[in-house]
C-alpha cells in the first residue's frame, strides 16, 4: 500500500460548490449515512490539517464531542507517525502557510482515532476488502449504510469545480485533500461532505460522479471506524 499524504489546503473563502441539491432524506432507502446529524460537527480549518480536522469530526459523530482545531493538533504533535519519521503533524508558524513536513498522512488516522478509543482501518482500491468491507463506492456506501464513518483523500478542485493545482508529470489531479463523507443519495446522484477546506463545507454536496473522479486520484483510498 502506497503512502498517501495530504498537504492539505488551508480554509477556501467562497468555495464553488458544484451541484448543490436540496438536503435530501436521510431516512431515505437511497440514502446511505445521515448528513444531517454529522453535519454539526463540521469545523473549518485555518492550518493544513484536513486530515487533521477529518478526524475531529469523525470523533465528534461517534462520542457526541469534537475536538476543537487547537486540541486535535495538540495530540496529533504528541503521536508519532506510522508512515514517515517525527509526530503525526507539525503546526506550521503562519496558518496560511503549507506544512514543510508536507502535511498529514492517511495512515496515521486509525491511530489518532485510537486515542479517542476509536477503531478505523484503511482501505485501498487495490488492496481488495477489509474485513467485511470492500473498496470503492459500493464499500463506502456499504459502511455509510452500516454506520460506520469514513473519511476520504481526494482532490478538493475538481469538488470545488476550481482550476486544477495538484498534478503528477502526465498532467492528471493528484490527491490534496480530505473531507468526511455523510452520505451518498443515489436517487439524485449526491454525495454529501463534511468538508473542512471551504467555508461553506458543512453539508457541502457534489454531484456523485464529480466525487468519484476526485477520489479517483487517490486510488479510493479511505478510513472507515469499525
Known sequence: MKTVKIAAFALL???????????????SATMYGDPAAAARYWQPQQYDDCVLMSSADVIGEITGEAPSEEVIIARAQSIRSVAHPGPIYTKPADPAS????????????????????????LIEKDDGPVGDIAPGMSGLEQALGGGH????????????????????????PQSNHA?????????????????????DG?????????????????????VVTV
Request: proline share 6%; net charge negative.
Open 13 to 27: 473563502a467562497g468555495a464553488v460548490v458544484v451541484g448543490v441539491a436540496a438536503p435530501a432524506n436521510a431516512a
Open 98 to 121: 503549507r506544512n514543510p513536513d508536507g502535511g498529514v498522512s492517511m495512515e496515521d488516522i486509525p491511530p489518532l482515532l485510537s486515542q479517542y478509543k476509536i477503531k478505523a482501518v
Open 149 to 172: 464513518k469514513v473519511i476520504v483523500s481526494l482532490n478538493g478542485e475538481l469538488i470545488w469545480n476550481l482550476p486544477v493545482e495538484d498534478k503528477d508529470k502526465n498532467g492528471n
Open 179 to 199: 473531507v468526511v463523507v455523510t452520505g451518498v443519495d443515489t436517487a439524485n446522484g449526491i454525495v454529501h461532505l463534511n468538508d473542512s477546506g471551504a467555508e
Open 202 to 222: 458543512r453539508d457541502e454536496q457534489v454531484p456523485l460522479g464529480v466525487f468519484v473522479r476526485a477520489w479517483d486520484t487517490s486510488d479510493d483510498v479511505m
